[in-house]
């Protein structure tokens, strides 16, 4: 999914939106959130939600058509839990909920319109990593090895996350390190599933210089001389039960407020240190 950022007018442009889904919240006390109320001007939202079409509690949805008076083609409803305090694990569990909805419909993009500022003790910019992070994690496919791929998720491609108007800016901050935390997650995932005789020290150090040229990072890789003369002893140990020679390989920002600072430390494994960043 390609995401982006953007701050609607409830009693506008929300409605006037021309886009193939809205997505909006819905809680268990059988009430709508602000943007589905702005949504609601014939009251089909509400009657979905008191006929018990949908109960509202984290993770429930309902996909409605044909809703007067907006241009989306579809509204989707998300069950968000207890509207006095929207919590953490409610959203997160919505979240997932919305994303396996987003991917089986027939839709090409969408508006997330949630209460992303309203979750107990998180700011907005935590939800909009939350999105994210779920777009990625149920995108993801271990086939890189395999002759046929598995079948890439359908439905939409393209998501905007609407913010109040105050939140734009960290929230733009937020989809950036989310995206880059999540292709993060991604390498670790798919180093991860690689067999040991292919996902080799080697493999790791040759990877960590791909990401260094990439990202404009300093990079390091120690083989067994320097390994010795540090004194290593007990990670040399470790590798004297392989065939392959060991690597340490180090990557620093070379920038910013972590300045030469290591980011990442890949022995036979990975290891992350942020290096305070």
Known sequence: MDFSIKSFDLKNTLNNA?????????????KLSS?????????????????????????ATLLLRNVADINAERVLLLGLGND???????????????IRSLTSIGAADAIIALPVDAVKDRAADWAVQTIVLAAHQNAYRCDSL?????????????????????????????LEQSLAIAKGVDLAKQLGDLP???????????????????????????DRKQLEALKMGSFLSVSRGSDEPPKFIVLKHMGGKAKDAPIVLVGKGITFDTGGI
């Open 18 to 30: 021309k886009t193939a889904c809205i997505v909006v919240g819905v809680f268990e006390n059988k």
């Open 35 to 59: 943007a589905a109320i702005a949504l609601d001007s014939k009251g089909q939202l509400n009657a979905a939600l008191q006929s018990g079409d949908i109960s509202g509690k984290p993770g």
């Open 84 to 98: 006095d305090a929207i919590s953490d694990k409610n959203f997160a569990t919505a979240t997932q909920a919305l």
């Open 146 to 174: 395999k002759s046929k791929k598995d079948p890439a998720p359908s439905g939409v491609k393209k998501v905007v996350i609407a913010v109040p108007g105050d939140a734009v800016s960290n929230a733009k901050q937020a």
């Open 196 to 222: 040991a005789n292919i996902c080799t020290p080697t493999y790791l150090a040759n990877t960590a210089k791909k990401i260094a040229e990439n990202h404009k990072l300093s990079v390091d890789v120690l």
